[in-house]
């Protein structure tokens, strides 16, 4: 007897049906196999009553299937945020410490850029973290990344308005 491999989801199947209605039951007395071997691949031994084909709830093993995990900090994200971090520092070094223009709009563009690379990779987070049922992780992702998206339209928006004040004071 072959069994069906169970799906890597970890989720049974659900119970396949009789193949023939109530009223349209063949005559199986000369039949060579059993009148519910089309359903044999689908029942597992530990799971299923073959007699009655119903769902065994006491003999379940439940404990083999593991909830997967999802990590909102990914070495991608990390990388990111350091990315931010340093371009702030060129950005705030160009703006406040020495004066420079062009050093200033470089670090605000990359930054902009950046923030929304991250946006758009916690707004997948988000979906993912929906579908799988966390509510709660996947508000706080998608606010994240909302604050992420807003920050990197600012930022590349002043790097556009200094630009234009750098090309006009030349």
């Not at 799988?132 to 992702?141: F, V």
Request: aromatic content about 8%; glycine content about 12%; proline content about 8%.
């Amino acid at each position: 007897m072959s069994q069906r491999p169970r799906p890597r989801s970890g989720r049974r199947p659900p119970p396949r049906r009789h193949p023939y209605p109530a009223c349209a039951i063949p005559d199986d007395r000369y039949a060579s196999e059993p009148a519910d071997a089309s359903l044999e691949p689908y029942l597992w031994d530990d799971d299923y009553d073959r007699v009655e084909g119903e769902y065994d709830e006491t003999t379940a093993d439940y404990d083999e299937y593991e909830e997967p995990s999802y990590r909102l900090i990914s070495p991608f994200r990390l990388l990111l945020a350091l990315l931010i971090a340093a371009s702030g520092a060129v950005a705030f070094f160009g703006i406040v410490i020495q004066p420079q223009l062009p050093l200033a709009v470089s670090g605000l563009g990359v930054m902009g850029v950046a923030l929304g690379m991250l946006a758009i990779s916690l707004a997948g987070a988000a979906a993912a973290l929906g579908r799988r049922g966390s509510g709660g992780r996947a508000l706080l992702a998608a606010l994240f990344g909302g604050l992420c998206a807003l920050s990197g339209a600012g930022a590349l928006s002043a790097a556009i308005v200094l630009g234009l004040l750098a090309a006009g004071a030349t």
